[in-house]
């Protein structure tokens, strides 16, 4: 069974270790000074300047460093402001990474509906991983009614839109589903067309 991530998830372990030699009557040593949370690198910076200009593409891309700690210190809720920021522009990718910090409770509050919410906005947009995201929910029944037909058919359509790892979770849905069932959601698949829903305030 494939395990659904976040697209930009990387876990990074970093330590600091220092040794410090105490002359002979020095109790404390002196304290070291606060980390710097500077943006680092000039590919960062150059991104920092489109995000805040209003560039959907590099809002996104630096929500992807913050949830890295990838030139910025790691920070959960940085990278659902400048998720949320292009994902109200209609960025899919963005919207996708913002459904997946509410998934998880990272950043954002944990809320099943939340993340179908941004997932469906993705999936309007044809957004092959957004299509296996929805799949996911549909197959554990979060946020949604337990239904091994829609999840089998959200899998098939994020196979059909290139998401490789998309066929084996439809595959392992498919063991446990009859002919029947299996041939209604190849079917809905078939017919499937998004229906945009009017923009509305989210948090």
């Not at 109790?27 to 690198?41: M, N, Q, S, V, W």
């Not at 030139?71 to 990718?93: C, I, M, R, T």
């Not at 058919?153 to 994020?158: G, R």
């Amino acid at each position: 069974m494939v395990r659904w991530q976040l697209p930009y998830i990387s876990i990074v372990f970093a330590g600091l270790a220092a040794v410090l030699s105490s002359p002979v009557g020095c109790t404390t040593p002196p304290p070291a000074p606060p980390p710097k949370p500077l943006i680092g690198g000039q590919e960062v910076s150059e991104i920092l300047k489109r995000a805040e200009a209003g560039n959907p593409d590099a809002q996104n891309q630096l929500g992807v460093f913050y949830s890295e700690g990838r030139g910025v210190p790691q920070n959960y809720l940085e990278a659902k402001d400048w998720f949320k920021k292009a994902a109200d522009q209609g960025h899919s990718d963005a919207q996708v990474n913002l459904g997946t910090l509410y998934s998880l409770g990272q950043g954002a509050t944990f809320s099943d509906q939340m993340a179908l919410f941004w997932f469906q906005k993705a999936a309007e947009q044809r957004n092959a991983l957004a299509f296996a995201k929805l799949g996911m929910m549909y197959e554990r029944g979060r946020g949604v009614s337990q239904s091994l037909i829609e999840a089998h058919m959200w899998y098939n359509l994020s196979a059909a839109y290139g998401e490789r790892r998309a066929a084996e979770s439809r595959n392992a849905v498919a063991t446990r589903m009859t002919s029947a069932q299996i041939t209604e959601a190849e079917e809905r698949a078939k017919k499937w067309n998004p229906r945009p829903r009017p923009s509305s305030q989210t948090p």
